[in-house]
């Protein structure tokens, strides 16, 4: 759903073509394309300057909602899609740490389900599922879309080498923190006091359920700190993307841009040193090998096992991107901090992992945060939702 002090600078629709190639995009500027406000948005910080701007638009107010197109969401429709998102990705997770936990290759994983989504969606293209728009211009924004994802796993793997991973996970906890910064000054969106609220045991809970060795050099903390605000800003231009100034479904967005990372990611791998194809080979044997002792030839069965993996993250993918749409970034950012915790008591439950007290209150406290905060977004899409529901029932 748009603003309607926004209405005006929505992009027309857009017109199908199923002969449309992967990296076409409309003709507009990426700040139009992720915002949704033409020139006036560019205008106005040219205008006014970096503080004059922040200023003004913090001190404006539009409900979050109104921005992000949850509004227009039932509850049970929400609910449906966030329990698809834990499936999927509690499912993946548990996967990896089962059948990949030993592949140490994140930039060619990353590579590797960007290749499933891209056969995965071409495949759903063919049959129908959805066309792709008739679309023409400069690529500039999906080409940092998908630059955002691929640069994500670099920051947090860089960040990783210079701090624990604890700390990692602390910092990286505050992402709701950044989200709501991002739509306070880019879109003067705003939230309830109660929303608030049930942010911090949610941020403060995975401090103490991952508490730890902390330590983090300065440069470091910087890459942290960064890797944190850059998964905000890649959960909001998800969203934005599907909900305002190129208007794109969660097949087609992920069809574009998974076409654009693979090659991304496959440089990355190369830069990172992961391309020496004798360890990569022994590494894929020995990570999803039944009997060490095969490796490092593949068996089929571990084939298998690789196309499973592959599916699983491209079914995670347009399950995530759907979601984002229906629920909003900052719900996200949220879902993903529970999905911390979630897998940290399935890990006590299927590999007895250890915890502390500290470690304990620290879950209890995400989970009730996490609980609080859907019962006060879920009752106010019920405010806003049922008259419309209403009316549809009585035409």
């Given at each position: 759903m748009t603003h309607p002090q926004l209405a005006h600078s929505v992009a027309p629709e857009l017109n199908c073509s199923p002969t449309t190639t992967p990296f076409q995009t409309r003709a507009a500027s990426p700040v139009h394309h992720l915002t949704g406000h033409h020139s006036r948005f560019e205008t106005e910080f040219a205008t006014l300057g970096m503080r004059s701007f922040i200023k003004k638009r913090m001190t404006e107010k539009v409900d979050v909602s109104s921005v992000d197109g949850s509004a227009t969401v039932s509850k049970s429709a929400k609910s449906q899609a966030l329990a698809l998102y834990f499936a999927f990705n509690?499912?993946?997770?548990?996967?990896?740490?089962?059948?990949?936990?030993?592949?140490?290759?994140?930039?060619?994983?990353?590579?590797?389900?960007?290749?499933?989504?891209?056969?995965?969606?071409?495949?759903?293209?063919?049959?129908?599922?959805?066309?792709?728009?008739?679309?023409?211009?400069?690529?500039?924004?999906?080409?940092?879309?998908?630059?955002?994802?691929?640069?994500?796993?670099?920051?947090?793997?860089?960040?990783?080498?210079?701090?624990?991973?604890?700390?990692?996970?602390?910092v990286r906890a505050t992402t709701p923190v950044f989200t709501i910064l991002i739509y306070r000054v880019f879109f003067q969106g705003t939230y309830s006091n109660a929303i608030y609220w049930s942010l911090v045991p949610v941020v403060f809970g995975v401090g103490l359920a991952t508490y730890g060795d902390y330590y983090a050099s300065t440069a470091g903390l910087l890459l942290t700190i960064l890797g944190a605000f850059l998964a905000a800003l890649k959960t909001v231009a998800t969203n934005r993307l599907q909900t305002a100034g190129l208007h794109l479904s969660a097949l087609e967005l992920l069809y574009r841009m998974s076409f654009l990372a693979v090659p991304?990611?496959?440089?990355?791998?190369?830069?990172?040193?992961?391309?020496?194809?004798?360890?990569?080979?022994?590494?894929?044997?020995?990570?999803?090998?039944?009997?060490?002792?095969m490796a490092p030839t593949i068996p089929s069965g571990q084939v298998g096992c690789l196309i499973l993996n592959g599916m699983m993250a491209f079914g995670l993918n347009v399950v995530s991107f759907t979601t984002n749409k229906k629920v909003g970034a900052l719900t996200m950012t949220v879902a993903a901090n529970v999905k911390q915790i979630m897998t940290i008591v399935l890990s006590q439950l299927f590999w007895h992992l250890e915890t502390g007290m500290i470690n304990t209150i620290g879950i209890a406290l995400t989970l009730a945060g996490g609980a609080l905060y859907a019962y006060f977004s879920m009752r106010k899409v019920v405010k806003s939702v049922t008259p419309v529901e209403d009316m549809e029932k009585a035409v």
């Open positions: 509690l499912g993946l997770t548990l996967f990896n740490k089962v059948a990949m936990n030993k592949f140490p290759y994140p930039y060619l994983m990353t590579a590797y389900h960007g290749l499933a989504s891209f056969i995965g969606t071409s495949v759903l293209k063919s049959r129908g599922f959805f066309t792709t728009s008739q679309v023409g211009g400069s690529p500039v924004t999906l080409y940092g879309f998908s630059f955002l994802y691929t640069i994500n796993i670099a920051i947090s793997n860089a960040s990783l080498a210079m701090v624990t991973v604890p700390y990692h996970q602390v991304q990611a496959l440089v990355m791998s190369w830069l990172a040193g992961e391309m020496d194809m004798s360890k990569i080979s022994w590494s894929v044997a020995k990570s999803i090998a039944v009997d060490e002792m």
